[in-house]
């Protein structure tokens, strides 16, 4: 079946330290990779997106690269902010009659501190 | 434009009762998607309902049913309430058939509490 695994948290760093969070899924095809981020009391925002293997989604000094040879789609982002504490969630729309239903991984919570 | 809006914000039931949530979505989205969010299961999809016609249904028991109007609101229903059922109830309305190149946008839940 399809599913995501990614790297169980928390995750604490210093402000402006470099971010790494793990994800890889299992799907047949070429399943849709996002990112979505919850910030404390609210619902989920999308983070960024791939839809095919070797693109890069990015947004907000965030980077993930869809990689379809490691089955994975991880994380990443030079300098962390105090803002950026949050969870993060890995989630895919399978290829094939996924429509909108999203799978998503347990998710990481990131503190940062100042 | 106005969000993905969820009523109640907050709901307290006892175990056996049964409760209806309601999601209306971003206007001229006929998509909508119902999670569960729980510390120990995470986020799990429960039915996504397009132009009123359920296309997807998780891993739930017949307990948890759904519907959507004919103005895309939609509404979840759990019944005979169980201790385990407490969680966030999150929302999704999506804008095209397939979400597989676009944003799914979320409501900010309703946080259900089964005493």
């Known amino acids: 079946g399809n599913s995501v695994t990614q790297m169980e948290g928390p995750v604490t760093l210093s402000e402006e330290a470099f971010l790494t969070i793990n994800c890889t899924y299992t799907?047949?095809?070429?399943?849709?990779l996002f990112w979505y981020v919850q910030y404390p009391g609210e619902g989920l925002q999308l983070l960024l997106k791939?839809?095919?293997?070797?693109d890069k989604g990015s947004n907000k000094g965030f980077e993930a690269t869809y990689r379809k040879e490691t089955t994975s789609f991880h994380l990443e982002k030079g300098s962390v902010q105090v803002s950026d504490s949050a969870v993060y969630f890995c989630?895919?729309?399978?290829?094939?009659?996924?429509?909108?239903?999203?799978?998503f991984g347990a998710g990481t919570r990131l503190a940062v501190h100042p | 434009k106005a969000g993905v809006t969820q009523t109640p914000r907050y709901l307290i039931k006892t175990r056996g009762q049964q409760v209806t949530l309601s999601c209306s979505p971003i206007?001229?989205?006929?998509?909508v998607s119902w999670y569960q969010q729980t510390p120990g299961q995470g986020l799990q999809f429960l039915f996504e309902?397009?132009?009123?016609?359920?296309?997807n249904k998780g891993n739930f028991p017949g307990r948890f049913s759904g519907r959507q109007f004919s103005n895309s609101r939609s509404e979840m229903n759990v019944s005979t309430l169980e201790l385990g059922d407490s969680a966030l109830y999150l929302c999704?309305?999506?804008?095209?058939?397939?979400?597989?190149?676009?944003?799914?946008?979320f409501g900010q839940g309703t946080r259900l509490t089964v005493v």
């Open positions: 999704a309305s999506s804008p095209l058939w397939t979400g597989s190149n676009t944003e799914a946008f």
């Open positions: 799907a047949t095809g070429y399943p849709s």
């Open positions: 791939a839809t095919k293997a070797d």
């Open positions: 989630a895919l729309i399978p290829a094939s009659g996924g429509y909108n239903k999203l799978i």
């Open positions: 206007s001229g989205h006929r998509s």
């Open positions: 309902y397009f132009s009123e016609t359920q296309r």
